[in-house]
């Protein structure tokens, strides 16, 4: 097997080489979660690369819960707008026909202090890192999990509308 044919995933999927670019969080979007020329300049360089599969860094379903400031957020359907530089960044991080996985996440626990001191999370349990970062996680109630099954499935929606066989998406957290 040699790393620079075709994988074929059990989903489905087929990747035009077996190497893959790992999750890592950009903070390239605008303070409104909108997706920036920067981001598409990164992702073309990257597509251009060679690697068969991106996955991108945290896109995050609840502007209150931000894994950092200039995290992608999808929170909502998508204005014209977003939609917009969505696509851009789609075309941008596809263009060596490289396949492009969005992460969709909700940072719970790790949701950086400077956005929320008190994030939502499955459970009461801080972050065991010191510094002082991350501030003490308030339980989700059952209503709010099932909002952000919701969240989740809006994100996936609106990233799959610009998918055309070339994404696929993976939660994250
Ligand atoms: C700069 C940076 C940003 C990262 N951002 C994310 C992220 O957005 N989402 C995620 O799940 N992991 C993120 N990670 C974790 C990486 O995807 C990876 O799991 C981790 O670095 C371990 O792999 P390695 O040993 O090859 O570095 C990040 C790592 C780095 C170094």
């Not at 909108?34 to 690697?51: F, I, Q």
């Not at 945290?58 to 530089?85: C, F, Q, W, Y």
Request: hydrophobic fraction near 45%.
């Amino acid at each position: 097997m040699r790393i620079a044919e075709p994988l074929r995933l059990p989903c489905g999927a087929t990747l035009p080489n077996r190497l893959a670019k790992g999750a890592m969080t950009e903070g390239l979007a605008t303070a409104n979660g909108v997706p920036t020329p920067a981001l598409d300049r990164l992702y073309r360089c990257w597509s251009e690369g060679g690697a068969g599969m991106h996955l991108t860094g945290n896109v995050i379903i609840d502007r209150d819960h931000l894994e950092r400031p200039g995290n992608v957020i999808i929170d909502r359907p998508p204005s014209a707008d977003m939609k917009a530089a969505l696509a851009s960044w789609a075309k941008a991080g596809t263009v060596a026909g490289n396949h492009l996985w969005m992460q969709i996440s909700h940072a719970g626990r790790q949701t950086q202090a400077i956005v929320n001191k008190t994030p939502k999370a499955p459970s009461a349990v801080p972050l065991g890192l010191p510094g002082g970062q991350f501030g003490m996680p308030v339980p989700l109630t059952d209503g709010e999990i099932k909002d952000l099954i919701q969240r989740f499935a809006i994100a996936a929606a609106a990233w799959l509308g610009f998918c055309a066989g070339q994404f696929a998406l993976v939660a994250g957290r």
